[in-house]
């Protein structure tokens, strides 16, 4: 066989993954926006109707608001927090690896199996966190300091903070990359700064900063991608989309409840695709911010 | 000869071992739970050992469904997903470096761009489209993902990790007339064991813990997967916690077993940034 | 300007002794040239006098003060790296202004010491560039300027020429040495080139398996060098050693020595040892010509012999040298 025959049998599973299992079914997410389909019926073109009830649907305008709230929030936390493990533990020390583990072993942990962990983590009254809070406390309801634990689970804000929580231990993946990239670092320019006379705030923000920014960019782009996908597993499990009414629906639930409980598939994709544009904005955006914000990096 | 920094300084150790400490809590607790007896009432004070210790939880998951199955079906298709999708990504990483020019670059943009579609955005069509062929109910549909390598992300890794390789060590190969696939299997693959090692371990995640997938295509109980399994014990006694810990651990102990073999490779203290090319 | 002394310093790393007990100054406003082959030790000097390495026993001083313990911002000396350590995301103006903005000088002291020292090493047309525009030459001006434009006591250069090619090196040497002309610091630079050492430094030191070999002008370690392995390493081709027995064909040496002759002090003609001519390499206007009998002689390039050729070999007994066997020390003549 020649060898350009065998340089494209390589490749050909891929490609063919590629077309069969992304590129078609995002074009077929675009068409199906543009109709109603339940599955049985072959599906009917509606226009824009699809895009029109989302804009009026109450519930969409919550999922939509948890989401980008959720994203918010849990993104530069984790992006902070992932840095922050990476720089704390780049040195080759002895022993180190068991810290780098450490840090890295709830991410591998099944999503399902983590969420159950957090159903227990979090119930007000017999998870060990309020369990801990209310240890000090004066009766079996209140904290050391005198007021109620949070309910968690069964409050709205005190939910949405749950599954904020949750996110901040899953950050193993940047955490490694941002590991690698930092120890990929010339060492010669912090021995320059050394010799500098450089802080160690002066160092991060002149020499560490500048030179993981590209890394950091495109973990920001994948984290706020992932968050707004990452909610689907801890709100079907822990919280059901609750507590009442929907505080804890997010986008990637809506779709499945729409088009695998309702059957709407057009619609569900409808809000994929809005969902999806707003990603891609959300993103430009950030790389738009950073990007400037770089240049006033310069001495 | 330049020594490695060998020694933590100042605050830096005490924080590392809180930061672990925190990190290991979730495992902890998701053990220590499925260890309490079932039936009992809140504990006054925090305990991070329950009094008494009990496996009767795990007793109670296996026998409210049946998770010994599940966990069989799991590894089946594990087993069937992983080495498929080390295969491809590989064969694939590597097709892209030998593939010049403009092909090279159109390939990683469109992985790239693979790489940021939200999975959610794709569930809808793939499940028509496996409807369509008869595929729904059965294993195929999570097995399908393997050809994709799983991810454009881990073959993004190894053409990554193939790219660092020097160039003369292929070329010197294909004088003596390697074919592509010989060079794949005798040159890049060997020099690569950490991606691979690595790229195994991530797709075992994965894969394990699929939950989505299965949740939607898999109806017949007999083909449930361990995550869909701990699903069930959910909605049968959704507050018998030592139960659903108990399942749980099932499914996170091999995980966490197979983490802690593979991660000798890309996060001891020797290994410093080479581990992705050399 | 001052001085750098390194006393008694000891450095180990693990099972290995990087430095053995060093003993070395560098006098107030000479350019000192550590040389030595690879793993000898030198960068490892370098970088115990910068601080960036903490030595294990021993002191070092600069001027008169004792910086042992002094982290390497705090002992007021400058590093030019092999690899030049440029920020490759600032220009040339902000690398070179790296150390004096970081302590926070007045931006006006900031404008003229960058003017000064980017006037001084000739990089004024780049300001505005980034490094990756530059070429090896041009960068390695960059980070000399960087160097220069604290006005430390001291300067210290790590192979800075190595990464160079052949043309740029010799060029850049004559600029290191016009630069310690104009600004008289004190400077430590350390190489593995030997020709390089002879050509730039006031003193040279050897150094060899973390110890000093020798210390003087280039004339005395050249002329006059202490020992067998100082005598072997600088020259170039280097120096022929005979023992007893092949030494005798020409002059007989007392027992337990080696007799050693620099290849520039043989003279090929009609008289001395009847020798066979193996090879003859031409470089430029010198021949280098190998003889049997492993002597190699150094003649101007017109008068070569041809290969092949019968020739007589022979030199001063003034001009050869005496090592003892066993411990390689010098040994005058009787």
Redesign the interface.
Same mark, same amino acid.
């Given at each position: 066989?020649s060898?350009r025959r065998?340089?494209?049998l390589?490749?050909t599973? #891929?490609?063919? *993954?590629?077309v069969? +299992?992304?590129?078609?079914?995002?074009l077929?997410?675009f068409g199906?926006a543009f109709t109603e389909y339940d599955?049985i019926r072959p599906p009917e073109l509606n226009g824009f109707d699809n895009f029109r009830e989302l804009l009026d649907d109450e519930i969409f305008g919550i999922a939509l608001k948890n989401s980008l709230v959720f994203a918010a929030i849990a993104v530069p936390l984790r992006l902070v927090g992932a840095l922050g +493990?990476a720089l704390?533990?780049h040195?080759?020390?002895? *022993? &180190?690896?068991?810290?780098?583990?450490? !840090?890295?072993?709830?991410t $591998? /942990?099944?999503? /399902? !199996?983590?969420g159950? &962990?957090?159903?227990?983590?979090f119930?007000p009254?017999?998870g060990?966190i309020n &369990?801990?809070l209310r240890?000090q406390g004066d009766s079996s309801t209140t904290t050391a300091w005198g007021v109620q634990p949070p309910q968690w689970l069964t409050h709205p804000n005190d939910a949405r903070a749950a599954i904020i929580i949750m996110s901040l =231990?899953t950050i193993g993946e940047g955490f490694?990359i941002l590991l690698?990239?930092r120890? *990929?670092l010339?060492s010669?320019?912090y021995?320059?700064?050394?010799?500098?006379?450089?802080t160690a705030w *002066?160092v991060f923000r002149?020499?560490t900063l500048? +030179?993981m920014a590209p890394i950091l960019l495109l973990l920001l782009?994948?984290d706020t991608?992932y968050s707004?996908?990452w909610t689907?597993?801890p709100a079907l $499990?822990v919280t059901e989309g609750g507590p009442p009414e929907f505080s804890t629906t997010y986008?990637?639930l809506f779709?499945?409840r729409n !088009?695998?409980e309702f059957l709407r #598939?057009g619609y569900?994709?409808a809000a994929? +695709?809005l969902? =999806?544009a707003l990603?891609a904005l959300i993103?430009w955006l950030q790389w738009r911010i950073v990007r400037r914000w770089r240049k006033g990096?310069? /001495? | 000869m330049r020594a490695g920094e060998r020694k933590w300084g100042g605050w830096r150790q005490p924080a590392a071992i809180a930061v672990a400490v925190a990190f290991l809590l979730p495992l902890w607790f998701m053990v220590s739970g499925s260890l309490r007896e079932p039936g009992l009432p809140p504990p006054r004070a925090p305990e991070l050992i329950p009094s008494p210790i009990s496996t009767a939880s795990y007793h109670e998951a296996f026998d409210l469904v049946d998770l010994a199955l599940y966990t069989v079906n799991s590894l089946i298709v594990v087993a069937l997903t992983v080495p498929l999708a080390v295969l491809v990504a590989s064969l694939a990483g590597f097709g892209m470096l030998l593939v010049a020019g403009r092909a090279r670059v159109v390939l990683v943009v469109f992985s790239f761009a693979a790489l940021m579609i939200p999975v959610t955005a794709l569930l809808v069509p793939r499940f028509t489209m496996f409807r369509w062929l008869g595929l729904i109910d059965t294993w195929v549909p999570l097995i399908a993902p393997a050809l994709l390598g799983l991810s454009p992300f881990y073959v993004l890794l190894f053409y990554w990790s193939f790219r660092r390789l020097p160039l003369e060590l292929f070329e010197a190969a294909r004088l003596e007339g390697m074919s592509p696939f010989g060079m794949w299997r005798r040159l890049g693959m060997p020099l690569v064991r950490p991606v691979t090692i690595a790229v195994a371990l991530l797709a075992f995640i994965a894969s394990w813990g699929n939950f989505l997938e299965p949740l939607v295509y898999l109806f017949d109980p007999d083909l449930y997967t361990l995550p869909l399994g701990l699903r069930s014990l959910e909605t049968l006694d959704r507050t018998n916690y030592p139960m659903l810990l108990a399942g749980a651990v099932v499914a996170t102990a091999p995980v966490v077993f197979a983490f802690m073999i593979a991660q000798r490779y890309f996060l001891h203290e020797d290994r410093g940034a080479g581990w992705l090319g050399r | 300007m001052s001085r750098i002394a390194l006393e008694g310093v000891q450095k180990r790393f693990g099972e290995t002794t990087a430095l053995d007990g060093v003993d070395l100054e560098a006098r107030d406003g000479e350019l000192l040239v550590v040389v030595g082959p690879s793993g000898c030790g030198k960068s490892t000097l370098l970088r115990c006098v910068a601080g960036l390495e903490a030595v294990d026993e021993g002191a070092i001083r600069i001027g008169d003060r004792d910086v042992t313990q002094l982290r390497p911002a705090a002992r007021n000396i400058s590093m030019v790296f092999q690899s030049y350590a440029l920020f490759p995301h600032l220009t040339v103006r902000e690398n070179i202004a790296f150390g004096l903005v970081v302590r926070e000088e007045p931006k006006q002291v900031v404008r003229e010491r960058v003017a000064e020292a980017s006037e001084l090493v000739g990089v004024v047309d780049f300001l505005e560039r980034r490094p990756y525009q530059l070429s090896g030459g041009e960068r390695q001006r960059v980070a000399l300027a960087r160097a220069l434009v604290r006005r430390p006591d001291a300067f210290l250069l790590d192979e800075p020429l190595s990464n160079l090619d052949a043309g740029t090196r010799v060029q850049m040497r004559t600029e290191l040495r016009r630069l310690h002309r104009e600004i008289g610091s004190t400077m430590v630079h350390v190489t593995h080139d030997q020709v390089e050492a002879l050509t730039l430094g006031d003193r040279i030191a050897v150094l060899d398996a973390g110890r000093v070999r020798q210390v003087g002008t280039p004339d005395e370690v050249h002329g006059r060098p202490n020992d067998r392995f100082v005598a072997g390493f600088l020259g170039s081709p280097a120096m022929n050693f005979f023992g007893r027995e092949a030494a005798r064909r020409f002059y007989e040496i007392p027992k337990g020595t080696v007799l050693g002759v620099r290849p520039e002090h043989v003279r090929i003609g009609t008289h001395g040892l009847r020798t066979r001519v193996d090879l003859v390499e031409v470089a430029g206007s010198d021949a280098y010509v190998h003889l049997d009998r492993g002597l190699v002689a150094r003649v101007p390039a017109h008068l070569r012999p041809d290969e092949g050729a019968n020739v007589g070999a022979a030199f001063d007994r003034g001009a050869a040298h005496l090592f003892d066997e066993a411990t390689g020390e010098r040994r005058e003549w009787q």
């Open positions: 066989m060898e065998q340089v494209v390589m490749l599973p #891929y490609l063919f *993954g590629l069969a +299992l992304v590129a078609a079914p995002a077929v997410t199906l599955l +493990l704390l533990l040195r080759r020390i002895t *022993g &180190v690896g068991a810290y780098r583990s450490s !840090a890295a072993l709830p $591998v /942990i099944p999503d /399902i !199996a983590y159950l &962990v957090w159903l227990w983590l119930n009254l017999y060990p &369990v801990l240890w =231990f490694v690698v990239t120890q *990929g010339p010669e320019l021995e320059l700064a050394a010799l500098e006379d450089a *002066g002149r020499i500048p +030179l782009a994948r991608i707004l996908q689907f597993v $499990v986008v990637p779709v499945y !088009a695998f #598939y569900a994709a994929t +695709l969902m =999806f990603t993103v990096f310069a /001495i | - | -």
